[in-house]
T-cell receptor, first 113, second 115 residues
Framework: NAGVMQNPRHLVRRRGQEARLRCSPM?????VYWYRQLPEEGLKFMVY????????ESGMPKERFSAEFPKEGPSILRIQQVVRGDSAAYFC???????????FGPGTRLTVL | AQSVTQLGSHVSVSEGALVLLRCNYS??????LFWYVQYPNQGLQLLLK??????LVKGINGFEAEFKKSETSFHLTKPSAHMSDAAEYFC?????????????FGKGTHLIIQP
């Protein structure tokens, strides 16, 4: 059973561009979580999704950030008009039922020039 | 609201020595507590978790942690450090068994093993 997959592993964008981060949960997992890790910081929760639904987005910035988890395909974290402060590692985690441990992917490291 | 404090951003121990990584939490509800390990350029791997059963929790790679409610602590220990233990360690708190909400993480402790 493959683990949580994230791509790309590294993403470089210029200020003002859009960043799209993808997360494929483990097989059989329908719960996805996104976290952001700034340098020298712990992970900060951003959003919790189930298939086609956003359950908790209390950690998402109000502007420029959005997330989806469609019926088919990976979960997408989208950042519009990126700024330098968006540079961070973005981790995705998945869980089978929402009541079990979260399994983390390897992360996407976003660099905004 | 929940929060986690990890004392010491860097901890250095000699190979074979005791490892002690400190974690204190605050939570308005009975907490679920976790320790994760992160190796360079990798995702987080669960070491162990406390979910209101036994207060002494054993995890992988010889690590264990003890939940002390009176001290609001969940310190991670290993009797004898190995070079392969060098990594970043994160303590986290949640309001459920691990998946029903987002976890709140500490800032991490970088464990350095001296030969």
């Amino acid at each position: 059973n493959a683990g949580v997959m994230q791509n790309p592993r590294h993403l470089v964008r210029r200020r003002g561009q859009e960043a799209r981060l993808r997360c494929s949960p483990m097989k059989g997992h329908s719960h996805v979580y996104w976290y952001r890790q700034l340098p020298e910081e712990g992970l900060k929760f951003m959003v919790y999704l189930q298939k086609e639904n956003i359950i908790d987005e209390s950690g998402m910035p109000k502007e420029r950030f959005s997330a989806e988890f469609p019926k088919e395909g990976p979960s997408i974290l989208r950042i519009q008009q990126v700024v330098r402060g968006d540079s961070a590692a973005y981790f995705c985690a998945s869980s089978p039922t929402g009541l079990d441990e979260q399994f983390f992917g390897p992360g996407t490291r976003l660099t905004v020039l | 609201a929940q929060s986690v404090t990890q004392l010491g951003s860097h901890v250095s121990v000699s190979e074979g020595a005791l490892v002690l990584l400190r974690c204190n939490y605050s939570s308005s509800v009975p907490p679920y507590l976790f320790w994760y390990v992160q190796y360079p350029n990798q995702g987080l791997q669960l070491l162990l978790k406390y979910t209101s059963a036994a207060t002494l929790v054993k995890g992988i790679n010889g690590f264990e942690a003890e939940f002390k409610k009176s001290e609001t602590s969940f310190h991670l220990t290993k009797p004898s450090a190995h070079m392969s233990d060098a990594a970043e360690y994160f303590c986290a708190v949640g309001e459920s068994g691990g998946g029903a909400d987002g976890l709140t993480f500490g800032k991490g402790t970088h464990l350095i093993i001296q030969p």
